[in-house]
């Protein structure tokens, strides 16, 4: 089995800690306790966040290296805020934060450069059967980096030449959520190109809103689930399932949000899987009849 080098990952952790204490033990009361985010939360409550992060990421790395069974751990993402308000980070001191932010950072450095690589293929399960190796913890999702996709839109971050993470370069929220469908919509991928804004004819749309599908489950997806489902496009509400809440799939459909709703369980054939399936073949079906239509739309013209 070939040895990886995580070094440039270490050294890119040690950078950012570096750069980033100075900026944050200089920033002003006011700033840390009352500028907030759109998730409204405040600065001391986001760097909170990030040692949850940490903390969580710290137990899984170690326990994959050991378990000899299956880790199903309980996933925390849906639950950020409540971890926020039960240790109180608004009310916490700022330098301490700051410094249990770096040191359990800089413990991750020293966790993943003693990482037994014998494990790295090593994986837990998240509440939706997801499945995350050890590897994958340690150098970010793999799935970008097999060409599966034309294009990825996520919120990122601008880095300088040393690999430092210096300010937000893109951010996603509900409202360039939608921007990015037009984008898709028209083939115009660049987030830079202006060309989003010019008139396409519906024939040169690169991906009719007719042939998307949409997949979310919170509000924040509520604006494109509207837009795809205007334009004749698929959109799918999930939910937990874990809990089986579907309160808010429910209201999605009955707001007319959604055209159906499945458990966000994205194993192969799962309820979702066939789902997708199907609506792909009605889109396959679709599209042979609109080529029909347009080849005798053209043709019935040239012999006027």
């Excluded at 050991?66 to 996933?75: A, E, G």
């Excluded at 301490?96 to 359990?104: D, E």
């Excluded at 509520?222 to 799918?236: A, D, E, Q, R, W």
């Excluded at 709703?261 to 079906?285: F, H, M, P, R």
């Amino acid at each position: 089995m070939p040895e990886f080098d995580f070094s440039p990952i270490t050294e890119g952790i040690y950078n950012v800690i570096e750069t980033e204490e100075k900026v944050l033990t200089s920033l002003p009361e006011e700033t840390i306790t009352q500028k907030r985010n759109r998730q409204n939360r405040t600065i001391k409550q986001i760097l909170g966040h990030l040692i949850d992060s940490a903390s969580n990421n710290h137990q899984r790395m170690i326990r994959l290296q050991y378990s000899k069974d299956l880790l199903f751990f309980p996933d925390y993402r849906q639950d950020n805020d409540l971890w926020i308000a039960l240790q109180d980070y608004q009310h916490t001191d700022w330098n301490n934060l700051i410094q249990l932010w770096k040191f359990f950072n800089l413990h991750i450095i020293q966790v993943i450069k003693s990482v037994d690589q014998t494990k790295l293929d090593s994986y837990w399960c998240d509440f939706e059967g997801t499945k995350v190796t050890l590897k994958e913890m340690i150098e970010g999702t793999s799935i970008a980096k097999k060409g599966v996709f034309k294009k990825i839109y996520a919120s990122s971050f601008y880095f300088d030449a040393r690999g430092v993470a210096r300010w937000p370069a893109q951010v996603v929220n509900y409202t360039s959520k939608t921007q990015f469908l037009f984008r898709i919509e028209k083939g115009v991928l660049d987030i830079n190109d202006s060309g989003v804004n010019d008139y396409f004819a519906p024939e040169h749309m690169r991906v009719p809103f007719r042939n998307m599908v949409y997949i979310g489950d919170s509000d924040t997806d509520i604006p494109c689930m509207k837009l795809v489902n205007t334009y004749g496009g698929h959109s799918i509400g999930v939910y937990n399932p874990a809990t089986q809440d579907k309160t808010k799939v429910y209201k999605m459909m009955n707001d007319n949000r959604i055209r159906y709703y499945a458990s966000a369980d994205y194993s192969e054939g799962q309820e979702l899987e066939q789902l997708v399936k199907n609506i792909i073949e009605k889109t396959a079906a679709y599209e042979k009849l609109e080529r029909q239509y347009v080849y005798n739309q053209q043709e019935a013209k040239e012999r006027r």
